[in-house]
Nanobody
Framework: VQLQASGGGLVQAGGSLRLSCTAS????????MGWFRQAPGKEREFVAG????????YYVDSVKGRFTISRDNAKNTVFLQMSSLKPEDTAVYYC???????????????????WGQGTLVTVSS
């Protein structure tokens, strides 16, 4: 499984960005997907996760109400719509996929099996 993340960039505080993560062709759609981020000098942080059906979504408290995770299984793509961005959202954002070992949508990065290369989001004040 290969994951390709895109959509990062420079945006002013209060602005919006949409990140995309596309999995390699023929990747089964039953993978749980997650978005993580890592700011300079900080540990990797769970941002949002989505079950393979899209029926369950989870967010870290700091992005609730501002970020929305979604997926299009027909296109093997997961999205992260980010609105009302803040300077503290600045980080490299990674998408990750988890094999369907159970129905969980974990927040621990160790529970994910495949990772994209990361896309940089910079929010200026």
């Amino acid at each position: 499984v290969q994951l390709q993340a895109s959509g990062g960039g420079l945006v002013q505080a209060g602005g919006s960005l949409r990140l995309s993560c596309t999995a390699s062709p023929r990747t089964p759609s039953v993978y749980t997907m997650g978005w993580f981020r890592q700011a300079p000098g900080k540990e990797r942080e769970f941002v949002a996760g989505i079950s393979w059906t899209g029926s369950r979504k989870y967010y870290v408290d700091s992005v609730k109400g501002r970020f929305t995770i979604s997926r299009d299984n027909a296109k093997n793509t997961v999205f992260l719509q980010m609105s009302s961005l803040k300077p503290e959202d600045t980080a490299v954002y990674y998408c990750a996929a988890r094999r369907p070992v159970d129905m969980g949508v974990p927040a621990a990065w160790e529970d994910y099996d495949y990772w994209g290369q990361g896309t940089l989001v910079t929010v200026s004040s």
